[in-house]
């Protein structure tokens, strides 16, 4: 499952659980896509929680959608727990404008304060 709301500071905080779905892109794509065109650039701090990966219709989807938001996204922090999580997110790095960094669970506050001095960068 994926959900996703804003907070006070413009961050969207996405958590991802479960495995996830085409129909769960389906449903994040369209939110994402109204964010985006309202604010530009969209910081992103994505939990993952229990999280146990893609189906193979829901990768496509998150492939999809990584190279044709190259342009909406600011920073994105990614929060989990397990070393496949953070080696994931460093495989993914070349192909992201964006910059991106993984955080362990325990550091979501720092993943949080890395996204917020992202407003005061020029």
């Known amino acids: 499952m994926l959900t996703m709301e ?8 996405i958590r991802a659980s479960g ?3 085409k129909a769960d892109y389906d449903r ?15 910081r992103m701090l994505i939990q993952l929680e229990d999280f146990h990966g893609w189906d193979l219709p829901a990768l496509w989807e ?7 938001h190259q342009n909406d996204m600011g920073r994105v922090a990614i929060v989990g727990d397990k ?6 997110t460093r495989l993914s790095k070349p192909f992201f404008k964006a910059e ?3 955080f362990d669970h ?4 720092d993943a949080r ?9 020029p």
């Not at 804003?6 to 905080?13: F, R, Y």
């Not at 070393?83 to 994931?88: D, F, I, N, P, R």
């Not at 304060?113 to 960068?121: C, D, K, M």
């Open 106 to 109: 325990d550091k979501a506050a």
């Open 6 to 13: 804003t907070d006070d500071s413009g961050i969207v905080l």
């Open 19 to 21: 495995r996830l779905s």
């Open 28 to 42: 994040f794509v369209r939110e994402f896509e109204r964010i985006a065109r309202a604010r530009g650039p969209v």
């Open 100 to 102: 991106m960094r993984y």
């Open 62 to 68: 998150d492939l999809k959608f990584d190279t044709t």
């Open 83 to 88: 070393a496949w999580q953070e080696w994931g």
């Open 113 to 121: 304060a890395w996204l917020t001095e992202s407003q005061r960068l």
